[in-house]
């Protein structure tokens, strides 16, 4: 389980330094993503043309994600964890500009020895009377 877990504790890394290869490095050449922002990215190289726009439009700040109720099903190879993360965007000087959170679920396969995410699926839940995406729990 430590090993789904620093998974976490990798992408939180990654996006923090807006180190692109670490942040994909912990996906699979394969994989699929469901998007809070975008219906889906298919593959490896779509989700870094993804990821290196997101890195980039951030310019000076940085965002601190974090995650809370955590839990990871694991059965042999192939395990599916789930938390509700939190992306808050932070100035050069440390201070919190806004923040926003997801639901956040991840298909994991161990390949070769290490851990990949297969599938990674966010949302946020609709308000039926308004139609808008709640991005805060």
Known sequence: ??????????????VYEKDAAAFLAIFDENVRVFDMWAWSYEGLAAWREMVTG???????????????????????????????????????????????QNRLTWVVQ?????????????????DGSTMKVQLRR
Request: charged letters at 25%; a negative charge.
């Open 54 to 100: 997101w890195f980039a439009n951030l310019g000076a700040d940085r965002d601190v994600v974090t995650f809370g109720d955590i839990r990871i099903q694991q059965s042999g190879d192939m395990a599916v964890a789930s938390a509700i993360a939190r992306f808050a965007a932070v100035s050069e000087k440390g201070e919190e500009l806004r923040f926003l």
């Open 1 to 14: 389980m430590q090993e789904l877990q620093s998974l976490f504790d990798r992408y939180t890394q990654a």
């Open 110 to 126: 161990k390949k070769n020895g290490v851990w990949k995410i297969i599938h990674e699926h966010s949302s946020g839940p609709v």
